[in-house]
């Protein structure tokens, strides 16, 4: 089975800062990972995905892969306080990539 | 209504009860999920439907019976639970669940279910 592992938070950064998140994969074969977003009662939100060949940019997310140290980074440039949510790292189970692993999660906090 | 939608909400029974939760989805997808999400723990896949089959069961307990009637529905049967299965349940779809997707879930607002 694989793991995906995160650090529970929270992160708190102040507003206009850069946030940044991390997640550490088990299996070294992980080709794809993928960012949710979900905040307080509410459910996830895929926000981010991102494949082995290279990192992603989508207006302030940026979605960067370690495949040497096995971990991926979400990087929020200019947190707004709207971005206060807790961020799931997810990678595709070993038999398709519809069997998402989750990671338990990041609380992040932006300060005004 | 769109996206995916869970009733109830919120539920509270007793252990010996006998519930069920619904998933309705206005997507369009073939495939639909049951995850269970707890405090301070990963989402946990339950079970997982393509077009109407059920194609994983993840070594989940009997008291806890999924039903999926056509692709836009969802039910999880639930009976004689115990306290530790109070959770949030999420319900799930996705377009197909070949491989080399986006991995995109779409998810349901949950249902919160709380056993006594």
Not at chain 2, 1 to 14: A, D, I, S
Not at chain 2, 46 to 56: C, K, Q
Request: with cysteine; proline share 5%; net charge neutral.
């Amino acid at each position: 089975q694989k793991e995906v592992e995160q650090n529970s938070g929270p992160l708190s950064v102040p507003e206009g800062a850069i946030a940044s998140l991390n997640c550490t994969y088990s299996d070294r074969g992980s080709q794809s990972f993928f960012w949710y977003r979900q905040y307080s009662g509410k459910s996830p939100e895929l926000i981010m995905f991102i494949y082995s060949n290279g990192d992603k940019e989508d207006g302030r997310f940026t979605a960067q892969l370690n495949k040497a140290s096995q971990y991926v980074s979400l990087l929020i440039r200019d947190s707004q306080p709207s971005d206060s949510a807790t961020y799931l790292c997810a990678v595709p189970g070993m038999d398709s990539s519809y069997k998402l692993i989750f990671g338990s999660g990041t609380r992040l906090l932006v300060r005004p | 209504e769109t996206g995916v939608t869970q009733t109830p909400r919120h539920l509270v029974m007793g252990m010996t009860n006998k519930k069920s939760l619904k998933c309705e989805q206005h997507l369009g997808h073939n495939a639909m999920y049951w995850y269970k999400q707890s405090a301070k723990k990963p989402l946990e896949l339950m079970f997982v439907y393509s077009l109407e089959e059920r194609v994983e069961n993840n070594s989940v307990p009997s008291r806890f019976s999924p039903e999926c009637p056509n692709s836009s529905h969802l039910f999880l049967h639930l009976h004689t639970l115990q306290p530790e299965d109070s959770a949030l349940y999420l319900c799930a779809s996705s377009q197909d669940t070949s491989g080399g997707g986006t991995g995109e879930l779409f998810f349901g607002e949950g249902s919160r279910l709380t056993v006594l």
